[in-house]
């Protein structure tokens, strides 16, 4: 069963758990619909009631100081894996529509160099700033950790804050910790525009 964890929980993956090696990381999201808006959001909507969001999962591996070694270290729609294939990501999701992961990330923690401390998972909105979209129109936002070997869910994180006027958010990340892998729920939002405005803080 799947632990459910709350903004700012850590929680230890591989000490108890030798075996584990590959975790499909799942996130998703949905349109707020057009009743839930009281017409905030005038024209967005087209006739199936929902806003057209595209919002864009990645990943940022980071070093021991923070930083992107290049601009191979960050994994996304444009570059959907890493040099040592460790990390693997399913493609873009352009609506958001349906129920389950909108997107998901293969992460084999065995085949991450070494000098990768920590793979931090952000979700932008794609063109956010002229399609005038933000995150309080997204609903149901939540990222979860599976077992590859069992498909086992082991870890559920709902983002529950007041997102709006935010257009990016740092969801959640896997680090290293005294030899062992861990994850920290972060729900953060921020106001980076691209995927290519956050990257440029890791550099």
């Keep these: 069963m799947a632990i459910s964890l709350q903004k700012g929980q850590k929680i230890d993956l591989t000490k108890g758990r030798a075996g584990l090696s590959s975790l499909t990381v799942g ?54 894996k890493s040099a040592d294939n460790s990390v693997r990501h399913s493609g873009d999701n352009l609506t958001g529509d349906g129920d ?10 065995k085949s991450i160099s070494p000098s990768v401390h920590k793979l931090v998972f952000v979700v932008n909105i794609y063109s956010c700033v002229s399609r005038k979209q933000d995150f309080g129109m997204i609903q149901n936002a939540f990222i ?56 440029n803080k890791y550099v």
């Design 100 to 109: 389950g992961d909108d997107e998901q990330i293969v992460v084999d923690l």
């Design 144 to 199: 979860r950790l599976v077992d590859n070997s069992n498909n086992e869910e082991m870890i559920h994180f709902n983002l529950t804050d007041n997102y709006s006027g935010l257009t990016s958010l740092f969801v959640g990340e896997i680090y290293r910790h005294n030899g062992e892998w861990k994850f920290n729920a972060i729900g953060d939002g921020t106001k980076d525009t691209s995927i290519s405005e956050i990257a």
């Design 27 to 80: 996130l998703g999201w949905d349109p707020v619909t057009a009743e839930k808006s009281k017409g905030l959001f005038g024209g967005l909507f087209g006739g199936g009631g929902t806003a057209n969001i595209d919002c864009d999962a990645s990943v940022l591996m980071l070093d021991e100081k923070g930083k992107m070694a290049n601009k191979n270290s960050l994994i996304y729609f444009g570059n959907l």
